[in-house]
């Protein structure tokens, strides 16, 4: 069945068979009409069928299937949990959890995910919960330590199952399901029901009733775009003036390093900015995206899989610093803003070799917009006049200053430029990259796009090579690498430990920079050949 939203009006919670004190704690947070997901999901999840939902973010699914969970679900008993829900990321998982408290004081309910210890997570399950709510590689721990028992599971909800099988969870979702024997109804909610989904529906649901929900606002068609053709040297001048014109601002950056690094280059440039992915811990995951959604910051920099599961109100602009993977990482980033009918603007900072990319992603998303020169005074309109948190005076300085540098540009680029002055732009730009710590580089390749990152660049092509291909494995544990009967490491479950965290390594770029000038210092003043090699290492893990 498909519907819009504008139908979900017709019923409400009680005609569907919602509890009464359900329906209490529904109305006193103003929820008194189901959303179209609700509406047609709702009953047939209390009913005992299986579920399979396809419904955008945003979309109310949460409560979809949280409602009939808290309704339906026994006490659990010590490590019997009585219902499971699966999610991809750590900050989903505490979101879920944080909806369906509010539905009940009755319900225990317990997450379990990577990146915290597992001392309090045990406890939880050792005095019994009703319903767990998991990231699947932690999961798998706490059931091969026997801290949790899948035996007594009657329903089982998979959330955002597309996601799933972008992080490469799909194997442990279904070890997971194998384990829960005595479930009676899986339930599972998807933005799309193909591919990999599709055969998981196939497998672990029985005669699934399919919902889907087409959004009466769809946020992509809502905000406003534009593409802004700019220089790798002048895109975080472009980005400081672009925060401080339309914030809060979500930037997205396609490597950790990258985000570390554009960090700290806004904050030179007045910029409060905080920045989350998969080598951060879950604390300060948490305090950044508190500092974000309690307007302390101007600014969320965010890898794409740190920032799945993540939904915070009022986000003005989204920027795509570096170009998303496809269409599909456009759309998720972009609805990021101009939620629930309100205006938003995105961003997406061109290169001028990216120009034929970004067109060819403009098809595939359904939109036409013209690539031009930045124009940051024409987005100031969207920016919230009543926040408390004001830019700092350094970037409305630095505004002005790298606005001339773009009309310098523009003017040369007009003119044409001789081969002498190519030859002097070229040097003048390797030595900047000398100053900055940088390797200069040759050219730019395809960008929009680009498939070196910032990290690519400076760390030479195998590591960034691998940076990228792993960045999307590693969102939310720390989980232990275990090794099977032969002693080797059980390669599928590692992959879902590695997409659940990336570990804790921090490679400070201050510090290996620092390390790296010393060395050339040490190599200008006829330094021994170890002060050589060292900076030769160095230079090799600059961020």
């Known amino acids: 069945?498909?519907?819009?939203?504008?139908?979900?009006?017709?019923?409400?919670?009680?005609?569907?068979?919602?509890?009464?004190?359900?329906?209490?704690?529904?109305?006193?947070?103003?929820?008194?009409?189901?959303?179209?997901?609700?509406?047609?999901?709702?009953?047939?999840?209390?009913?005992?069928?299986?579920?399979?939902?396809?419904?955008?973010?945003?979309?109310?699914?949460?409560?979809?299937?949280?409602?009939?969970?808290?309704?339906?679900?026994?006490?659990?008993?010590?490590?019997?949990?009585?219902?499971?829900?699966?999610?991809?990321?750590?900050?989903?998982?505490?979101?879920?959890?944080?909806?369906?408290?509010?539905?009940?004081?009755?319900?225990?309910?317990?997450?379990?995910?990577?990146?915290?210890?597992y001392g309090k997570q045990v406890n939880a399950l050792k005095h019994g919960t009703d319903i767990l709510v998991a990231c699947p590689g932690r999961l798998e721990d706490l059931m091969e330590s026997g801290s949790v028992i899948l035996?007594?599971?009657?329903?089982?909800?998979?959330?955002?199952?597309?996601?799933?099988?972008?992080?490469?969870?799909l194997p442990a979702v279904r070890r997971i399901l194998d384990a829960a024997t005595s479930r009676t109804q899986t339930i599972l909610f998807s933005a799309t029901l193909d591919g990999d989904v599709a055969h998981l529906v196939k497998n672990y649901q029985h005669d699934p009733i399919r919902h889907e929900v087409v959004p009466q606002h769809d946020s992509i068609s809502i905000a406003d775009h534009r593409f802004w053709t700019v220089s790798r040297d002048e895109r975080v001048s472009l980005l400081?003036?672009?925060?401080?014109?339309?914030?809060?601002?979500?930037?997205?950056?396609?490597?950790?390093?990258?985000?570390?690094?554009?960090?700290?280059?806004?904050?030179r440039d007045?910029?409060?900015?905080?920045?989350?992915?998969?080598?951060?811990?879950?604390?300060?995951?948490?305090?950044?995206?508190?500092?974000?959604?309690?307007?302390?910051?101007?600014?969320?920099?965010?890898?794409?899989?740190?920032?799945?599961?993540?939904?915070?109100?009022?986000?003005?602009?989204?920027?795509?610093?570096?170009?998303?993977?496809?269409?599909?990482?456009?759309?998720?980033?972009?609805?990021?803003?101009?939620?629930?009918?309100?205006?938003g603007v995105v961003v997406s900072l061109i290169e001028p070799n990216g120009r034929r990319a970004a067109r060819r992603m403009q098809r595939e998303v359904g939109i036409e917009v013209e690539i031009v020169d930045p124009d940051v005074a024409s987005i100031t309109s969207f920016g919230d006049s009543t926040a408390t948190l004001a830019p700092a005076r350094e970037v409305n300085e630095r505004s002005r200053s790298s606005s001339k540098q773009r009309q310098r540009s523009q003017s040369k680029k007009s003119g044409g430029q001789s081969s002498g002055q190519r030859r002097d732009s070229s040097r003048s730009q390797g030595d900047s990259s000398k100053r900055d710590g940088r390797k200069p580089h040759r050219g730019q390749s395809a960008r929009y796009g680009d498939d070196r990152s910032d990290s690519r660049r400076s760390e030479g092509a195998d590591r960034g090579s691998r940076e990228n291909n792993n960045d999307s494995r590693r969102s939310d544990s720390n989980d232990r690498p275990r090794r099977s009967e032969s002693g080797r490491s059980e390669s599928g479950r590692n992959d879902s430990r590695r997409n659940e965290s990336g570990g804790n390594r921090q490679d400070g770029p201050g510090r290996n920079r620092n390390t790296a000038n010393a060395s050339k210092r040490r190599n200008s003043s006829g330094g021994h050949r170890k002060g050589q090699q060292a900076g030769t290492r160095n230079s090799s893990r600059r961020d």
Not at 43 to 67: E, M, N, R, W, Y
Not at 151 to 169: L, N, P, T, W, Y
Not at 240 to 267: N, Y
């Open 1 to 117: 069945m498909t519907l819009t939203e504008s139908e979900s009006r017709a019923l409400t919670f009680e005609d569907l068979g919602v509890p009464e004190f359900i329906c209490r704690s529904l109305s006193r947070r103003g929820f008194d009409e189901p959303f179209a997901i609700q509406r047609v999901a709702i009953a047939d999840i209390l009913q005992g069928h299986d579920v399979c939902g396809a419904a955008p973010t945003g979309s109310g699914k949460t409560l979809a299937f949280g409602i009939p969970l808290v309704a339906m679900t026994p006490k659990g008993t010590p490590r019997r949990p009585k219902a499971l829900v699966l999610s991809p990321t750590r900050e989903l998982a505490d979101q879920i959890a944080s909806e369906m408290e509010t539905l009940s004081s009755r319900t225990s309910i317990t997450t379990v995910y990577g990146g915290v210890a």
């Open 151 to 169: 035996d007594d599971i009657e329903r089982v909800v998979i959330d955002e199952a597309d996601r799933m099988a972008d992080m490469g969870f």
């Open 240 to 267: 400081a003036e672009t925060v401080a014109a339309a914030w809060p601002t979500i930037v997205f950056c396609r490597t950790r390093h990258g985000a570390d690094r554009l960090t700290k280059q806004l904050e």
């Open 270 to 343: 007045g910029i409060k900015a905080v920045s989350i992915h998969g080598g951060k811990s879950q604390p300060q995951r948490t305090r950044a995206l508190a500092e974000f959604t309690e307007h302390r910051a101007h600014a969320l920099i965010a890898t794409d899989v740190a920032a799945r599961g993540i939904h915070v109100d009022d986000v003005t602009s989204v920027v795509h610093f570096d170009p998303p993977e496809d269409h599909k990482a456009y759309i998720h980033r972009s609805g990021r803003t101009a939620r629930a009918g309100q205006g």
